[in-house]
């Protein structure tokens, strides 16, 4: 069974940094596209950044562009979102996902075909 746990969120003060971790388990998660999601009270979850099979092709959402960084550890199965200059507006809870029939980039939402049950990032002004 092909599980995705998140882990890094926490609450920082604006311009504060933190690292999310996704492990996934059950599958090899190298060769495919995987993405980082969020979603605020009363809002739609969104795309915040993914990246393709290799690693070597990221994209953002333009609101994170500069500050937030997506990479893969293949070896460890595990996907990171590095998260530097904070703002309040970025308060969300996170997603991990992973879409096992693309290895390209992937910022729809409805093509993941699995999740985590994500991390709450909350910065403080």
């Known amino acids: 069974q092909v599980q995705l746990v998140e882990s890094g969120g926490g609450l920082v003060q604006a311009g504060g940094s933190l690292r999310l971790a996704c492990v996934g388990s059950g599958r090899t998660f190298s060769n495919y596209a995987m993405g980082w999601f969020r979603q605020a009270p009363g809002k739609e979850r969104e795309f915040v950044a993914a990246i393709n099979w290799s690693g070597g092709s990221t994209s953002y959402v333009d609101s994170v562009k500069g500050r937030f960084t997506i990479s893969r550890d293949d070896g460890k199965n595990t996907v990171y979102l590095q998260m530097n200059r904070l703002k309040p507006e970025d308060t969300a809870h996170y997603y991990c996902?992973?879409?096992?029939?693309?290895?390209?980039?992937?910022?729809?939402?409805?093509?993941?075909?699995?999740w985590g049950q994500g991390t709450q990032v909350t910065v403080s002004s």
């Open positions: 996902a992973a879409d096992f029939t693309m290895r390209g980039l992937n910022e729809h939402v409805a093509e993941y075909d699995y």
